[in-house]
């Protein structure tokens, strides 16, 4: 059974700001934690009330999150007046870099996906013992030397 819809004064519970903003209510808590969205007010009975104003907030943020906006970014945007021209020229400065994070991201991500083809196309399956897993083992291997070494140089200099 659902709860009823509240007032406009009263405000939604954060069961129900979650609901319709598609935020969990952790994620709405940690949001008010890290100043993306005033603290709630709070009803007689000390329950967190959000208004629709707080919603739509709660939605643009999951919406910049879903473009894998930081939270600074998304604490730019949000700081951000529609109306001004200065603030127009800022979001498309903060999208400008947004984007060019995006685009290092996609350059990373091709490297990754053609080491993991390399390294399934090593093994045909046809051998005695599975050559991805020997391989990775190498790698393990070797990542631990490289390591070793960079903390020994660490630790005299």
Do not use: W
Not at 22 to 39: D, F, H, K, M, T
Not at 123 to 137: F, K, M, Q, T, V
């Amino acid at each position: 059974m659902s709860e009823p819809r509240p007032s406009a004064e009263q405000g939604y519970r954060i069961g129900q700001a979650a609901e319709k903003s598609g935020v969990s209510a952790a994620n709405i808590r940690y949001y008010e934690s890290q100043g993306l969205l005033a603290p709630a007010g709070r009803g007689d009975n000390s329950y967190r009330r959000y208004s629709e104003a707080d919603l739509h907030q709660l939605r643009f943020i999951r919406l910049c999150r879903a473009m894998d906006m930081s939270l600074d970014e998304v604490r730019t945007l949000l700081a951000l007046d529609l109306s001004r021209k200065a603030d127009c020229d800022a979001a498309r400065e903060a999208l400008d870099a947004h984007l060019s994070h995006v685009r290092e991201r996609l350059a990373e991500l091709r490297v990754l996906e053609a080491n993991l083809e390399a390294l399934r196309d090593g093994c045909d399956g046809s051998g005695p013992r599975c050559r991805i897993i020997e391989a990775l083992h190498r790698r393990a291997d070797v990542q631990s030397l490289e390591e070793g070494r960079a903390s020994a140089v660490t630790r005299h200099v």
